[in-house]
């Protein structure tokens, strides 16, 4: 079999078939890195604002973490939670103890800031990228488990059993954080000028 015809075959495995083939070769876990890794990186730049460098020392302890676990993950739960809520904990963990040296990227896109736009009710009055600056430094302001939720639903599209997966929370204390998540960061973005619609 050809690389390419690997690659092609291996790209329609779902997230388990290819857990279970990398049990048996690790080869194939590669396949799972390929899948995730834009993905997970996203995710952790939107939560912790690090710069590339520090992303990819994140990413590499998320995988090595992933791949040394493997044999934990039950197959009857979603992979793509699982591995995401690995990436949390190591982005938080990390972000705890070098928060000081947040490189204060713009975590925020123009597809990014239309969600946002319309879930916080945000009057868009601004200049896009200004908006764009204001939301992303916003957003850095809130507790950890407050941006954590917004990035999850709103950003990454989550349902709330996925996020509550994610987050080891139940699905009602997420419901509960993501209300006072969006309340606190239009308390937040009033005072900086940027008014919502009531």
Do not use: C
């Not at 996203?42 to 791949?67: G, H, N, P």
């Not at 950890?144 to 950003?155: M, T, W």
């Amino acid at each position: 079999m050809t690389e390419n015809s690997l690659i092609e075959k291996m790209s329609s495995k779902t997230d388990t078939e290819l857990v279970i083939l990398s049990l048996e070769d690790n080869k194939y876990f590669s396949f799972l890195i390929t899948r995730y890794k834009q993905k997970i990186n996203k995710y952790i730049k939107r939560i912790t604002a690090f710069s590339d460098d520090r992303i990819e020392d994140i990413l590499q302890e998320v995988f090595i973490k992933t791949y040394l676990n493997l044999n934990g993950f039950n197959k009857d739960l979603s992979f793509s939670a699982w591995i995401y809520r690995i990436a949390h904990n190591e982005a938080v963990s990390f972000y705890r103890k070098n928060k000081k040296h947040i490189d204060a990227v713009n975590l925020i896109d123009d597809e990014d800031l239309e969600i946002f736009a319309s879930e916080t009710d945000i009057e868009k009055e601004f200049d896009s990228n200004q908006l764009k600056n204001i939301l992303a430094e916003t957003i850095n302001e809130l507790s950890e488990k407050y941006k954590s939720v917004l990035v999850l639903k709103f950003i990454e599209g989550r349902s709330y059993d996925e996020i509550s997966d994610i987050l080891q929370k139940p699905p009602g204390t997420i419901a509960t954080w993501i209300n006072r998540a969006k309340k606190d960061l239009r308390k937040k973005l009033d005072k900086k000028g940027i008014k919502h619609y009531e």
